[in-house]
């Protein structure tokens, strides 16, 4: 059974900053592309970043370019997500998620979410 | 606004058929696989549909979907109280962002 569990979440200051953390297990990690998602209250999804199964090849939505880092260790089965200089519209749950990869495009599994809350 | 345009709901009684748009154009849908996820209220979403209208093991046949050019379509048949739930479609585009729709609330009458 695939399961992801996100940590990391809390209550930061705006200039702040973060690092969330993900644990996969259930699936040979090192052979998938990793995603996180994120959903603002009562908001749609947004994709945040994704990272290939090396971790030579990372992708950032615009807003988030330049303050969060995506990154991976496949021998701890981890996905990391190092957010700088966080900012109020940054308040959102955060997910991770096994991606199918500029392929398939699928999200096939997702973890339950940590909530980020960026407010002073 | 997305650049994936869902109606934001859609209602039927139960039994009935709903049907739920998602509209792209060439750079994204037009030019790779859609899938459909489906989100309860305080939970993950979870992948409904893959690559345009392939359902993962466990998901009934109820629900499929389809393309036609810069748009696809997740028709739900049969509608049960339980699938009152948010669907969202994703794909990616050529600038290799990941998108997703504004979602559609789907509401049993």
């Known amino acids: 059974e695939v399961q992801l569990v996100e940590s990391g979440g809390g209550l930061v200051q705006p200039g702040g900053s973060l690092r969330l953390s993900c644990a996969a297990s259930?699936?040979?990690?090192?052979?998938?592309?990793m995603t996180w998602v994120r959903q603002a209250p009562g908001k749609g999804l947004e994709w945040v970043a994704n990272i290939k199964l090396d971790g030579t090849e990372r992708h950032y939505m615009d807003s988030v370019k330049g303050r969060f880092t995506i990154s991976r260790d496949n021998a701890k089965n981890s996905l990391y997500l190092q957010m700088n200089s966080l900012r109020a519209e940054d308040t959102a749950v955060y997910y991770c998620?096994?991606?199918?990869?500029?392929?398939?495009?699928?999200?096939?599994?997702w973890g339950q979410g940590t909530l980020v809350t960026v407010s002073s | 606004q997305s650049v994936l345009t869902q109606p934001p709901s859609v209602s039927a009684a139960p039994g009935q058929k709903v049907t739920i748009s998602c509209s792209g154009s060439r750079s994204n849908i037009g030019n790779n696989y859609v899938s459909w996820y489906q989100q309860f209220p305080g939970t993950a979403p979870k992948l409904l549909i893959y690559?345009?209208?392939e359902r993962p093991s466990g998901i009934p046949d109820r629900f499929s979907g389809s393309k036609s050019g810069t748009s696809v379509t997740l028709v739900i048949t049969g509608l049960q109280t339980g699938d009152e739930a948010d669907y969202y479609c994703g794909t990616w585009d050529s600038t290799l962002s990941v998108l997703f729709g504004g979602g559609t609330k789907v509401t049993v009458l």
């Open positions: 690559e345009n209208n």
């Open positions: 259930g699936f040979i990690f090192n052979n998938y592309w």
């Open positions: 998620a096994r991606w199918g990869g500029y392929g398939s495009g699928s999200f096939y599994d």
